[in-house]
């Protein structure tokens, strides 16, 4: 057996340098003050210029000069907004102009539905799980599986055909529905529906020809969204798998059918990293010009938030123009 040697190795002959020339990643120019104004915009410019902190103030500018220069900015989205209760920031956000499309899954139109029906929606799905009672809200299924048929009897998206029937039955929260409010407005609402993930798929006015057919129009019209995203955004509010799934798709529809869509920003907003918002929303779009970013963050916080700050910085660059 060879013997080891375990004597301490000698420190006396490292090779070193001066601080002050070595090139140092953090600075005290970059340093977070603290702020003493009201003033929204001066809190985040008090912020470091550090890892998220810095890309908020990145997306702040880029949503907020989309906006101003009347690009299109689409939100995808899944049903958490609804029951995070955001529904109000997402529409006054629609009513300023700056959101220009909505995309969302098949459970959206369900607690919306219900918002617009009751002003309350999610049930406790465990506990009505174990009876079999879980979805089986009779009102949300005849109403929703109506709509669609109107849908496919009418020619026209399954967005559009919710919004309209909330207006036309006058439902007594009608202004707290996103779809309601983008139908008034003339603001695109898509909905991308997977057969069998959404409760009034299991009631028997579903009518799965009448589903797909009116899904695959709003998939359509959302490829013609994002046909338009050259220099626009694309957020990305929570939603896991099928937002970033379909987006990835019609990005891929538009450029294949000769769509110059390569600079453009997007966003994705969630309270945890997820494989395909990362890949699908955050990396791979954004490879051949444009730019991702991730936010992590609570989205009934973060999403108020940058929806404040972009308002904020419009106006103050409004009042800096007419000066």
């Known amino acids: 057996m060879h013997a080891i040697d375990k004597e301490p190795i000698p420190l006396d002959k490292v090779k070193r ?56 900015i689409i939100l995808g989205m899944g049903a958490h907004p609804v029951k995070l209760g955001l529904s109000r920031i997402i529409i006054d956000l629609m009513k300023r102009g700056i959101i220009k499309a909505i995309a969302t899954n098949g459970a959206c139109i ?9 002003g309350s929606t999610s049930e406790d799905v465990a506990e009505e799980l174990k009876t ?11 109403f929703l599986n109506s709509a669609i048929s109107e849908a496919y009897k009418e020619g026209i998206g399954l967005g559009e055909a919710v919004g309209k029937m909330i207006l036309e039955k006058d439902l007594p929260y009608k202004e707290f529905s996103i779809f309601a409010n983008a139908y008034d407005m003339n603001v695109a609402a898509t909905v991308h529906v997977a057969i069998g993930t959404d409760i009034i798929h299991m009631h028997p006015e579903s009518d799965p020809a009448a589903i797909g057919a009116a899904s695959h129009r709003d998939f359509r019209i959302f490829a013609k ?23 990835l798709k019609a990005l891929s529809l538009v ?20 494989y395909r918002a990362l890949t ?13 970013f991730y936010i992590i963050g609570h989205n009934e916080i973060t999403f108020p938030l940058i929806a404040a700050l ?5 106006s103050r660059r409004a009042k800096d123009a007419n000066i």
């Open 132 to 142: 079999g009672r879980f979805g089986m809200a009779k009102e949300t299924a005849q």
């Open 255 to 274: 450029r294949n059918l000769g769509y110059n869509v390569y600079r453009f920003t997007t966003i994705n907003l969630d309270f945890n990293r997820q």
């Open 17 to 72: 340098y001066s601080l002050r020339e070595r090139k140092s990643k953090v600075t005290i120019k970059d340093f977070a003050r603290p702020s003493n104004s009201s003033n929204l915009l001066d809190w985040l410019e008090s912020l470091s210029d550090i890892l998220s902190a810095k890309d908020l103030k990145e997306i702040i500018k880029i949503i907020a000069t989309a906006a101003i220069q009347n690009k299109m």
């Open 110 to 118: 369900i607690h919306d539905t219900e918002i617009a029906m009751t």
């Open 310 to 314: 972009v308002i904020e910085y419009i």
């Open 225 to 247: 969204l994002v046909s338009q995203l050259e220099q626009g955004v694309f957020i990305n509010l929570g939603s896991a798998v099928i937002i970033p799934e379909v987006f």
């Open 280 to 292: 699908n929303v955050v990396e791979r779009p954004t490879m051949h010009g444009g730019r991702g």
